[in-house]
């Protein structure tokens, strides 16, 4: 349902910008000699072009992906300040000037989002803190004194790109790791910016007003351009474009062009009734898109009396796994609990029910993060694996173990990697505190040159062989790290010395090409 209202909201976005172009249209603007002046044509072919890859993304966003939602905000942002730019402008100021603060809060934000994947990094609360404060500030202040707003947004135009770069410098591993891992389609991107920006200037330069507002498109043309090549590479149809192959697509879009300008011909429109006409057309399948994927996905369900019985066996299967873990983990220890708590004048029951209530804490807490491991998105990564060592170290009250943590402030771990690493991180120190008789722990985990080196040992005497590695007979859990780190092209080994017991470390190379798929999936 939440999908549905967002596709329709946009859809009324959609539905607005051709109302406000069609207003156009009735004042006579865009008709005749006047749709020969290159600065009134740009902004009216850019929203078109956005408007359709609104509806593309949307098509292509099944799952409701925050970051694909997001950009087709930004879009349409952007569309409505190109349609607002020109010297004509018939709604009221207020709206444009607003638009202008915001936008550029809303890119910063994508940005560090995109460039994040949404995970914590230093600094974070700060960043958000300024920004928020710039935009809040240019907006509250535009109520009282004009002057003042162009005060407030000139220093958000030059905070905003400050903050920007000190981030991007702070964690310029994270960025060249993006850099160097997506260099194809950003280096596509900017070529095919660049090439119809020059083709632009060679063809309308000596024309008065053909270079306005190119600040605000150049961003525009990158950041889609961009995205299409980064974070849309999924494969496979969508559910409204797999009705038809690329040929019919092709056929379909060429032919509606075609009539388009055939009917703004015949009307006399103009080249602005072309572009009311395309963003008609869109707007109509935008609509068809909503509806058909409506209608496949009711169509996907099961009939209600079906579907009822599928819930019922589903939560009376749940019921009976719980009761089980209830009847086996937890009940047995409450009441041996209760038992004890009936001598109370044997300090000695106290303290055992006290250690049994410990235990039965942490085997809840184990057993809900074996079902289900959750890495928090607001923290970083040194953050979220140092919960988890708590974690783990809170399962085993009866042993003391000192776990040092060596870890980066900057570290990143892009998708799946970072779960990957979570799983072999408690793996390890989970065998750490069941086999080792040390009283001291080290894991150190580090990334640098797009490889992963993990290192986890103890001062124990316990020391496995080579050989056990290989054995299915024993350290299962070894065997599927070393299996799952071999199939990724990693090693793992296993150093033994006097001092320090053991270590095993591993090293993994990180490959940042498909990491989009996990994160706008």
């Known amino acids: 349902m939440k999908l549905l209202t967002t596709k329709l909201l946009f859809f009324v976005n959609h539905a607005g910008m051709l109302l406000y172009v069609c207003f156009f249209l009735s004042q006579g603007f865009l008709s005749g000699s006047a749709g020969r002046n290159p600065s009134e044509v740009v902004p009216f072919a850019l929203t078109t072009l956005i408007l359709g890859d609104i509806v593309y993304i949307n098509s292509r966003n099944l799952k409701g992906s925050r970051v694909l939602t997001l950009f087709c ?96 410098l702070f964690h ?66 969508t559910p409204f474009l797999s009705l038809l192959n690329r040929k019919q697509i092709a056929s379909l879009t060429i032919s509606s062009l075609l009539l388009c300008g055939a009917m703004s011909a015949l009307t006399r429109a103009g080249i602005g009734g072309f572009f009311a006409l395309a963003d008609l057309f869109t707007c109509l399948v935008f609509l068809c898109g909503i509806c058909i994927d409506q209608s496949l996905r009711q169509r ?11 819930r019922l066996r589903e939560e009376e299967k749940l019921r009976e796994e719980f009761a089980d873990y209830l009847h086996d983990n937890v009940l047995q220890d409450l009441h041996a609990v209760r038992n004890l708590l009936n001598c ?98 080290k894991i150190s985990l580090s990334q640098g040159k797009n490889r992963i080196r993990l290192s986890a040992g103890d001062n124990g005497s316990f020391s496995p062989p080579d ?37 095993i470390r591993i090293e993994l190379p990180m490959k940042g090409e498909n990491s989009y798929e996990h994160f706008t999936g």
């Not at 349609?83 to 936008?103: N, Q, T, W």
């Not at 961003?219 to 849309?232: D, R, T, W």
């Not at 044997?346 to 057993?367: F, G, V």
């Not at 780190?485 to 006097?498: E, N, R």
Request: include cysteine.
């Open 73 to 168: 905000a930004l879009l349409a942002l952007d569309g409505w300040y190109i349609l607002l730019a020109p010297e004509y402008r018939h709604m009221p100021s207020f709206l444009f000037l607003v638009l202008g603060p915001v936008i550029g809060y809303l890119s910063a934000r994508f940005l560090l989002y995109f460039l994040f994947q949404g995970s914590g990094y230093r600094f974070r609360k700060m960043a958000d803190f300024l920004l928020a404060f710039f935009v809040l500030a240019a907006i509250l202040v535009l109520c009282f004194s004009r002057r003042t707003y162009s005060l407030l947004y000139g220093i958000q135009f030059c905070g905003t790109p400050a903050i920007l770069i000190f981030l991007l």
């Open 172 to 237: 310029r591993k994270r960025v060249l790791f993006v850099l160097k891992s997506e260099r194809r389609p950003l280096l596509a991107s900017a070529g095919a910016t660049l090439c119809l920006f020059f083709l632009y200037c060679r063809f309308a330069a000596d024309r008065e007003g053909a270079l306005e507002n190119f600040g605000i498109y150049l961003p525009v043309l990158l950041f889609f351009l961009s995205v299409h090549g980064i974070a849309l590479k999924e494969k496979g149809p």
């Open 300 to 310: 996907s369900e099961p009939d209600p009396y079906s579907a009822a019985l599928d």
């Open 344 to 441: 109370p004048d044997r300090p000695e029951m106290l303290e055992l029910a006290s250690d049994t209530l410990d235990s039965l804490n942490s085997r809840i807490r184990k057993q809900m993060q074996d079902y289900h491991p959750v890495l928090r998105q607001g923290l970083t990564p040194r953050e979220n694996y140092a919960m988890l060592i708590e974690t783990v170290s809170a399962a085993f009250p009866g042993r003391k173990i000192q776990i040092h943590f060596d870890c980066p402030d900057d570290l990143f771990l892009v998708a799946p990697y970072d779960m990957l690493i979570f799983r072999i991180i408690r793996e390890l120190l989970t065998n750490i505190y069941k086999h080792s008789d040390g009283d001291q722990a």
């Open 467 to 503: 050989s056990e590695l290989s054995s299915p007979e024993g350290h299962k859990g070894l065997i599927s790290i070393q299996d799952r780190i071999s199939s990724l092209g990693g090693t793992v080994s296993v150093c033994s010395c006097v001092s320090s017991g053991f270590e």
